[in-house]
């Protein structure tokens, strides 16, 4: 069982930087490749970066690539995800999510534990 928790949220203006934490309960957090998705209001949620078990494999969405970094510390058993150059369009909440595997996972349904999410607000 995995406990994920989100932090670091909140509002900054357009162009502006945040960085995202997700911290996991447990002894394998190592052994469990991770993602970051987002819901936008009205939308379906979506992939936005995940990383393998390592952090030596990473996947991006097209609408983030270039803006946004995933990394983990597995001795901190967190993951971050570093936002700069903020647009509106990155409005939505956040979710971290674990999948039990050595792998990059970019299949949403295949991710075992989610955390609750935290509200990402950028003004234009």
């Known amino acids: 069982q995995v406990q994920l928790v989100e932090s670091g949220g909140g509002l900054v203006q357009a162009g502006g930087s945040l960085r995202l934490s997700c911290a996991a309960s447990?002894?394998?957090?190592?052994?469990?490749?991770m993602g970051w998705f987002r819901q936008a209001p009205g939308k379906e949620r979506d992939l936005v970066a995940a990383i393998s078990w390592s952090g030596a494999t990473t996947y991006y969405a097209d609408s983030v690539k270039g803006r946004f970094t995933i990394s983990r510390d597995n001795a901190k058993n967190t993951v971050y995800l570093q936002m700069n150059s903020l647009k509106p369009e990155d409005t939505a909440v956040y979710y971290c999510?674990?999948?039990?595997?050595?792998?990059?996972?970019?299949?949403?349904?295949?991710?075992?534990?989610w955390g609750q999410g935290a509200q990402v607000t950028v003004s234009s």
């Open positions: 999510a674990a999948k039990f595997d050595h792998i990059t996972v970019v299949v949403q349904s295949r991710y075992d534990y």
């Open positions: 447990g002894r394998t957090f190592s052994s469990y490749a």
